[in-house]
Nanobody, 123 residues
Framework: QVQLVESGGGVVQAGGSLRLSCAASGRTFSIYAMGWFRQAPGKEREIVGSVTWTGFTFYADTVKGRFTISRDKSKSAVYLQLNNLKPEDTAVYYC?????????????????WGQGTQVTVSS
């Protein structure tokens, strides 16, 4: 069983920045991908970005150029730097994990979820 612990959410004004962190634990991991999704009230959960084991990154069009995903394999961790935040970025952000040499792009490609962290952007 994989446990994902997120941190870094909060309230920020439009144009501001936040950094989300997620660390995986529970057992020894070999090859895996990690990423971030978000879900706003009344909306479906959507991909924000992900990174494969080899370092390939994928971003939703809505966040390209503003958000950056990175990882630290030594800590089994993934990070999401959110810059130039907009009110429409307000959502609960979820960390995602999937073992294997895969790319995470949709909820169906996720093996394990974090508990979520709230990001609120005020106008």
């Amino acid at each position: 069983q994989v446990q994902l612990v997120e941190s870094g959410g909060g309230v920020v004004q439009a144009g501001g920045s936040l950094r989300l962190s997620c660390a995986a634990s529970g057992r020894t991991f070999s090859i895996y991908a990690m990423g971030w999704f978000r879900q706003a009230p009344g909306k479906e959960r959507e991909i924000v970005g992900s990174v494969t084991w080899t370092g390939f990154t994928f971003y939703a069009d809505t966040v390209k150029g503003r958000f950056t995903i990175s990882r630290d394999k030594s800590k089994s961790a993934v990070y999401l730097q959110l810059n130039n935040l907009k009110p429409e970025d307000t959502a609960v952000y979820y960390c995602a994990f999937r073992e294997g040499n895969v790319i995470i792009t949709t909820p169906s490609t996720v093996g394990s979820w974090g508990q979520g962290t709230q990001v609120t952007v005020s106008s």
